[in-house]
């Protein structure tokens, strides 16, 4: 009855390959984000969906699609991966919109490009 | 450009001492900080937050302080105890931006 989950716990692809990152919450939130934690430890949005609508789209290539089929899901598609992709991936929900909100964590998925 | 910094990597604590994390922001208009604790192989779990408008919130041994004209704010753990060692990171927002700014974490290693 894991709050959220992510799967896979680990990736290893070799670069050009498209994979996808799946994300699900059972605790009922309009809100879920995907982050990116580097090689240098940083926790970086990527983006953010409410209510399966797009809130958050940082700075990322265009090669990362996510994609929201319902308020429990969000997905994560990345497109002819690279080397520089390899990092940990955390997906998280909230209640609702707003930094004041209390973000849940999954395990992660740790990509390894080679 | 580091919104957010946690200048200790690492941080060795002895048991039942006090645990003092530091965190610096350089955006003033941030309104919001929260303290998030990893373990590994785990996400970050919420630990404590506090508004701009405190200097101060305490639950059971956890408190932050938060200095807004040094733009400083500290996380205390007292007493120190052996499933306090994890990851803990920092983090800060305003909240128009919808978004939270992450230090890079410092790993707290509690000494039996």
């Known amino acids: 009855d894991t709050a959220v989950s992510q799967t896979p716990k680990y990736l290893v692809t070799q670069m050009g390959n498209d994979k996808s990152i799946k994300c699900e919450q059972n605790?009922?939130?309009?809100?879920m984000y995907w982050y990116k934690q580097d090689s240098k430890k940083f926790l970086k949005i990527m983006f953010s969906?409410?209510?399966?609508?797009?809130?958050i789209n940082e700075t990322v290539p265009n090669r990362f699609s996510p994609k929201s089929p319902d308020k429990a899901h969000l997905n994560l598609h990345i497109n002819s991966l690279e080397l520089g992709d390899s990092a940990v991936y955390f997906c998280?929900?909230?209640?609702?919109?707003?930094?004041?909100?209390?973000?849940?964590f999954g395990p992660g998925t740790r990509l390894l490009v080679l | 450009d580091q919104q957010v910094k946690q200048n200790s990597p690492s941080l060795s604590v002895q048991e039942g001492r006090i645990s003092i994390l530091n965190c610096d922001y350089t955006?003033?208009?941030?309104?919001?900080f929260l303290w998030y604790k990893k373990y590994p192989a785990e996400g970050p779990t919420f630990l404590i937050s506090?508004?701009?408008i405190k200097d101060k919130n305490e639950d059971g041994r956890f408190t932050v302080f938060l200095n807004k004209s040094a733009k400083h704010l500290s996380l205390h753990i007292v007493p120190s105890q052996p499933g306090d060692s994890a990851v803990y990171f920092c983090?800060?927002?305003?909240?128009?931006?919808?978004?939270?700014?992450w230090g890079a974490g410092t790993k707290l290693i509690i000494k039996p």
């Open positions: 506090i508004s701009s």
């Open positions: 998280a929900s909230s209640q609702a919109l707003g930094a004041v909100q209390t973000q849940y």
């Open positions: 983090a800060a927002s305003d909240d128009s931006n919808y978004q939270l700014i």
């Open positions: 605790l009922g939130h309009d809100t």
């Open positions: 955006n003033s208009m941030f309104d919001y």
């Open positions: 969906y409410n209510n399966k609508e797009l809130i």
